[in-house]
Nanobody, 117 residues
């Protein structure tokens, strides 16, 4: 059974930081490209950041220079370090795993991030 379990969300003031974690189980983690998406109320889900099996990263323009995605293959975990948070970063953040060959795709349940004073 595949599980992606996000953690680390919460309420933070503008300018603050949070680190999200996504622990994967039931998959051979090294074979998956990983990503973080987010969905704000009334908006479509959007890609925030991605990291390939080899560690190549990609970011949405809105988070470049503020967010950092990383992975620890030994722990089957992907992280999203978020800094200089803004109100517009408020959303539910989802972890995604995409197999590099079969394109089997899995989602976590999401974690709420709220940026507010």
């Amino acid at each position: 059974q595949v599980q992606l379990v996000e953690s680390g969300g919460g309420l933070v003031q503008p300018g603050g930081s949070l680190r999200l974690s996504c622990a994967a189980s039931g998959i051979f983690f090294i074979n998956y490209n990983m990503a973080w998406y987010r969905q704000a109320p009334g908006k479509q889900r959007e890609l925030v950041a991605s990291i390939t099996r080899g560690g190549t990263t990609n970011y949405a323009d809105s988070v470049k220079g503020r967010f950092t995605i990383s992975r620890d293959n030994a722990k089957n975990t992907v992280y999203l370090q978020m800094s200089s948070l803004k109100a517009e970063d408020t959303a539910v953040y989802y972890c995604n795993a995409d197999h590099f060959v079969t394109r089997n795709n899995y989602w976590g349940q999401g974690t709420q991030v709220t940026v507010s004073s």
